[in-house]
Structure formats: C-alpha cells, structure tokens
C-alpha cells in the first residue's frame, strides 16, 4: 500500500496498477488503506454493490438522503446497496477490504450540503476509559509503546490535565513508526506543551498488564510506557487541545 491509498486485486480495470491483479468484469477485490484522518466525498453508485469488511481502524458512513449514521469497527461486514448515496470519513489506520459487484465505472458524485460539510467538520472523537486492577476489565488488543517526561523545576514535577479522562498525566504519547523514544518524548513535550525539553536520564519503565484503555473505536489498549527525566529554559507552557490545564 506504500504511496496508494487503493490497491484493487481483482476487477476490470483500466488504469495500470503497482501490483498484478486478476481481470474480472464480474467484481472488484481491493483494500483502502487511509493512513491518515481521511474524508470521502459524497457519492453514489447507479449499478453496483459494494461489500465491505473493515481490517483495521474505525469508519463512519452517513446516509446523505435520510441523514442516517452508520459506523463500522475491526471485524464488521457490511453492504452499500445500489443507489445508496453516502459520504465517509475514517480514522487514522484504518483499512478495509472492498467487493465491488460488477466491476463497472459507475460512480456518481454529490454535492457537500452543509449538513454534510457540519458532518465532516466534527471529525471522527473517540471516548476514552481507563482500567487499572479491575475484574471484568476488556481484554487488550493492542500494545503501544509510549515515552513521557518529567520536568522537574524547584521541586515540581510539570503535570496536565487531560480531556478525554479528566486525570492529570506526565506530558508525553505514543511512539511513531518513524521515530525514537528519545525523539518521541521530544515531540510530545513540543506538541502539548509547546516547550523545547532537553533529555537527561530515564526515571523508569512502567508496564503493568493490568492498566488498560478502552476507545469507543474498539481498541483496547495496553501500553508500556518509559519516563525520561528531562530539563526545559522556558516555564512558558502552551497548551495543545489534548490538555485542559496544567500545574
């Protein structure tokens, strides 16, 4: 999927594709992959049935003629009918294997009402709950790594406030494909809170099976977590839109 966002397998398909696939004038078989938060536009199609089973991630249809919601996680199939005019957003990671019946160039494009464009604006927000040592916590599926540091100034150690749960945290996230711990925690202490931080040592590691996070997309997260100790010039603190105060 490197540098597509559409890789179709089977179909009758015109345009030349990175990977061989099988000729078919009776279906399409691809994958859409959206490795960013992605907005499909509004459209319909006049002959075709699409079956769709989501791999990974989290998507929202809207039904632009009834307005009626729909919202797919990992693990469900599910069909767009003939004529059914709609439009999509989806998170971040997600993937979804497509069936398209026939494969037909039938696609028919609607205009961004703005209650369609209200829709698209308010995004896709999960809700977060947190579990630490509880007997009938969800099982994780997945594993994240995670970096936060603790600036210490005069004997106080530099602490947000979330939004999504409401608790107070060490600044810090989750470890990019791309990135070191090390340049994680760097990032993170830039992105919530707008401070260039130097790293000096590592405080510890912190990876109990039994803290969990549930999003309201279907992951169950568990996550390890290194806490860096690390030294900034400026108190200045700008807060990103993760954070609703800081001590």
């Known amino acids: 999927m490197e540098g597509v966002t559409r890789q179709y397998l089977v179909g009758n398909l015109k345009l030349p594709q990175k990977l061989q696939h099988i000729k078919s004038e009776d279906l399409e078989i691809g994958i859409s992959s959206y490795s960013k938060y992605t907005e499909e536009p509004p459209h319909k199609h006049s ?3 699409e079956y769709q089973y989501v ?3 989290w998507t929202k249809y809207i039904d632009t003629e009834n307005m009626v919601e729909y919202e797919f996680k990992k693990g469900d199939f ?4 003939t004529n059914t005019s709609y439009a999509q957003k989806c998170k971040a990671g997600t993937n979804i294997l497509f069936i398209k019946v026939p494969s037909i160039n039938d696609k028919e494009v609607v205009d961004v009402t703005e209650t369609i464009q209200a829709w698209y604006d308010d995004g896709l927000k999960t809700v977060r709950k947190d579990y630490a040592h509880l007997p009938d916590m ?3 599926n997945s594993m994240k790594p995670a970096a936060a540091v603790a600036i210490i100034n005069d004997s106080k150690v530099l602490m947000l406030k979330r939004k999504d749960n409401k608790k107070w945290t060490l600044p810090g996230g989750t470890l990019e494909l791309d990135e070191s711990l090390s340049d994680c925690a760097i990032r993170e202490i830039k992105e919530e ?3 260039d931080v130097v790293i000096t040592d590592i405080i510890g590691t912190y990876t109990d099976p039994d803290i969990r996070i549930e999003y309201s997309d279907g992951e169950v997260r568990r ?3 290194i806490v860096f100790h690390g030294i900034v010039q400026s108190d200045d603190v ?6 609703s105060a800081y001590q």
């Open 78 to 81: 599910y069909a767009i009918e």
């Open 223 to 225: 996550e390890f977590t």
């Open 47 to 49: 002959l075709a049935t």
């Open 55 to 57: 791999l990974s991630g």
């Open 238 to 243: 700008i807060l990103d839109e993760e954070s």
């Open 138 to 140: 969800p099982k994780a």
């Open 193 to 195: 809170c707008g401070l």
